[in-house]
């Protein structure tokens, strides 16, 4: 991996190459994650799903002996009510998800009951003998049949199966089509993908009836969020709620939802007089856990004969699931694709229409990326169609038609302030980074007898990251998120201890935020401790989720170390006796003209001897909260390029090279920083070539575990090449921005790109993910007498 860094090196602090703290633990396999906690009592829960995608409930039928350990919907019910996911769009639908189904199952893995008992083996026991009779409904599964005139509802009260319309146009693409010299259609397809995390769900639920307190452990990244719907959905007060996030193995997006076994757990557990747990196992993440991807659009575009960009028409699909989900909706997929179809691009004339469509399908949910790997997708393969028409390279026509960096900052046709950065600049850097050129070379010197072919792609993207209230409103979401809160305390010896309301779980936000404070104190980032996941113990927090942690919670954190350090410096000023204005904070202590007093005995003279230090108020502790003052997000970028090779007479793709050149504005920690990348990376090579939820017919979900959904691998994953380019944003604290999520977004477009770019000759196109090996050779034998006669014709040669 090479790297260019316009960030210098530093011992400790901002741009500080600092490895991971959190890696010390789970190395030694000294983690405490869900699964792994003992609690007094504890019985374990294994829930009766449906194993029908659609079907009424005629009756479920439990043994004398099980009653007690069974719960029904029926049994639920006065102790919880279902979670309804709202928005203010307009016409939106609601549908309230169930915490256990009544009346009707919507999709296979839907919980209908639960079991309790001392082991997950005997749990599952009981759960077997609970009989679920069902009458069979005819299910909707795919786009045609959601859409198609008198297809079965989903939901028996909509008039159809779409949750949402949406629509808009700026500009006038009906005259950029009379204007342009060359227009394309294509229709692409983004098809159903698992999340899967390392570690699964997990919800522990225990009323401690001596503090009159619910406790709720869970794997999720929004523990303030849960704890609230806890609340509200069992009818409590939220301060008698605790929810607790310990170690988690990840979670990219699907643990920020709010979920039915965690209300269901949570509504039991005061009803019992033991700790109750429940522990996902595959089948269950792959099935009951939120799915995502499953987009179909449909894109033409205009371009005038230099190549100038002139519009754009999109209309977007995408396959919601069978519910909402709270709070991010059924429609957040198809909102964020049509705001960001227009990518980097400097285009004038914008037309797009959305619908979320009701399936009998697991219900979406964030995962990394949202919808912006779709909309890359979409725009990115239809600007290199575009290029090919007017016989452009690809890379060309994009640095043609990109935002410069003298446009910043740049409103998007999609209403989108593009903060900072020079997007031309990371294409040319691509095209040298994988050696364009020589590529070129390559590909030109094989015969068109080889049964291989070589191809180089390139995607580009700008991801709004760390976006506030008002970008979250625009989107119809009854939750608007936009802050984040931090406290920071100097104890007795002079160390550190930072609360915030983020969940770190593998992004090392342990470190990251720990060198924020390094940046203001001067000290190693292990004198600093960061507490995250209680709800007891840190301020309020919307969660990690968006490309928002470092952001927000950065901005909160470094709000807390300046006031906290004007404090410290005000005390070292009368220990001292010297003037605050000529005192500074360097190597753990309050240094003057004349001496210097350490941290540590700073903190001990203040906290046991405050008369030593008059005139300052009590305490060193400070409670900070952040909003960047420009609430539209700051702009992450990145051109990703993929050099590949094909097999003509498999379709088997394999990549030769890849490189990303990126801007994530000002760097923090630049090893954490390459980590999320090359993980980005991996996961978008997943969607890209391996990566698919398939159902049959009848809505049965044919990839149910590893056997039959493939993740990528070492084999599949290449030496990633990657360079930084560091454009600071003008609207955050350090100049940072979200770096989370970049990685996953332009694989599937820079991939099918180049497999494009490799089958050029035989006008061989790929439009749908993944693109197996058996998608690539279908497309192959459409345009077969094309590639026989290019053999013919070279071995006439």
């Known amino acids: 991996m090479s790297t260019e860094r316009t960030v210098p090196e530093r011992r400790h602090g901002v741009g500080a190459r600092e490895p991971r703290r959190e890696d010390a633990r789970h190395l030694a396999g000294r983690g405490c994650f869900v699964a792994d906690m003992r609690l007094p009592g504890l019985r374990e829960i294994a829930f009766v799903r449906s194993q029908a995608a659609h079907g009424r409930i005629r009756a479920i039928s439990v043994p004398e002996e099980d009653r007690a350990a069974v719960w029904t919907a029926e049994r639920l019910a006065p102790f919880a009510e279902p979670l309804t996911a709202t928005s203010t769009l307009e016409g939106f639908r609601e549908a309230p998800l169930p915490n256990l189904a009544s009346g009707k199952v919507r999709y296979v893995g839907e919980p209908v009951a639960l079991a309790i008992a001392g082991t997950r083996a005997e749990a599952e026991d009981v759960a077997g003998r609970v009989g679920v009779d069902l009458e069979p409904l005819p299910a909707v599964v795919d786009f045609d049949a959601a859409l198609a005139p008198g297809a079965p509802r989903v939901h028996e009260d909509w008039p159809d199966n779409v949750f949402a319309t949406t629509s808009g146009e700026v500009g006038d693409v009906d005259a950029a089509a009379r204007e342009a010299a060359v227009a394309v259609t294509r229709e692409y397809t983004m098809n159903r993908q698992a999340v899967v995390p390392l570690e699964t769900r997990g919800v522990i639920a225990h009323y401690n009836r001596s503090a009159d307190e619910l406790v709720v452990w869970s794997s999720t990244q929004t523990p303030h969020m849960i704890r609230d719907m806890i609340a509200l959905q069992l009818g409590m007060q939220a301060r008698r709620v605790r929810v607790i996030a310990p170690d988690m193995g990840g979670g990219f997006g699907s643990k920020c939802s709010v979920y039915p076994e965690e209300i269901a757990l949570a509504a039991i557990a005061t009803q019992v007089d033991h700790p109750v747990r429940w522990v996902e196992d595959r089948w269950e993440a792959q099935v009951a856990s939120t799915q995502a991807r499953d987009h179909r659009h449909r894109v033409t575009a205009y371009a005038a004969a230099d190549g100038t960009l002139l519009g754009v028409d999109a209309d977007i699909l995408v396959n919601s699931g069978a519910y909402s989900v709270h709070p ?20 004038p004339n914008y037309r797009f229409r959305t619908r979320s469509l009701a399936s009998n399908k697991t219900p979406s949910g964030p995962y990394r990326g949202v919808a912006r790997p779709s909309a890359a997708f979409s725009i990115e393969r239809t600007i ?44 040319r850097r691509a095209t040298a980074l994988i050696g364009h050129d020589e590529w070129r070379a390559r590909q030109q010197a094989l015969p068109a007898t080889a049964r291989r072919r070589i191809g180089v792609g390139y995607a580009s993207f700008t991801e709004q990251t760390a976006h506030g209230c008002i970008e979250w409103a625009a989107r119809g979401l009854a939750v608007t998120i936009g802050t984040e809160g931090a406290r920071l305390a100097m104890d007795a010896t002079g160390s550190f201890v930072l609360s915030v309301g983020i969940k770190s779980h593998g992004q090392g936000l342990e470190t990251t935020l720990s060198q924020v404070v390094s940046e203001t104190f001067d000290v190693e980032p292990d004198r600093v401790t960061v507490l995250h996941g209680d709800t007891a113990i840190t301020p309020r927090g919307d969660g990690t989720f968006a490309s928002r942690s470092m952001v927000m919670s950065g901005g909160a954190t470094h709000r807390a170390a300046q006031a906290l350090a004007e404090k410290v410096l005000r005390i070292g000023a009368v220990l001292l006796d010297e003037p605050v204005e000529d005192l500074a904070l360097s190597d753990h202590a309050v240094v003057g003209k004349r001496g210097s007093v350490g941290y540590a005995r700073l903190a001990k003279e203040f906290l046991f001897t405050p008369d030593h230090v008059p005139g300052v108020e009590a305490g060193l502790e400070v409670t900070c909260h952040y909003r960047p003052d420009v609430q539209t997000g700051a702009f992450t970028y990145a051109t990703q390029a993929a050099v590949v090779e094909v097999d003509l007479d498999t379709g088997f793709v394999r990549i030769l090279d890849y490189g990303v050149v990126e801007d994530c504005g000002t760097v923090v920690n630049p090893l954490i920083v390459d980590g999320q990348i090359l993980g980005g990376v991996a996961q978008g090579i997943g969607n890209a070539l391996l990566e698919e939820i398939v159902h049959d017919a009848d809505g049965q979900p044919k990839s149910t575990s590893f056997l039959d959904y493939l993740l990528p691998g070492a084999t599949e994953v290449p030496r990633i090449r990657i360079e930084h380019m560091s454009t600071p944003s003008p609207h955050t604290t350090f100049g940072v921005k979200g770096a989370g999520e970049g990685g996953a977004i332009p694989p599937p477009a820079a991939i099918a790109n180049a497999v494009r770019d490799a089958l050029r000759e035989f006008g061989t196109e790929v439009n749908e993910t993944p693109m197996t090996p058996e998608r690539v050779w279908t497309a192959l034998q459409a345009n077969r007498p094309a590639a026989e006669a290019g053999a013919r014709t070279e071995a006439a040669r």
Do not use: C, Q
């Open 328 to 347: 991010w909706t059924a429609t957040m997929d198809a909102t964020m694709a049509s705001a960001m179809i227009p990518g980097p691009y400097r285009l």
């Open 384 to 427: 290199d169609e575009l290029a090919l028409a007017l016989g452009m390279e690809p890379y060309e026509m994009r640095i043609k038609n990109m935002v410069r960096s003298e446009d910043m900052p740049f409103t998007s046709v999609a209403n989108k302030v593009y903060d900072s950065g020079d997007y031309p600049e990371a294409v």
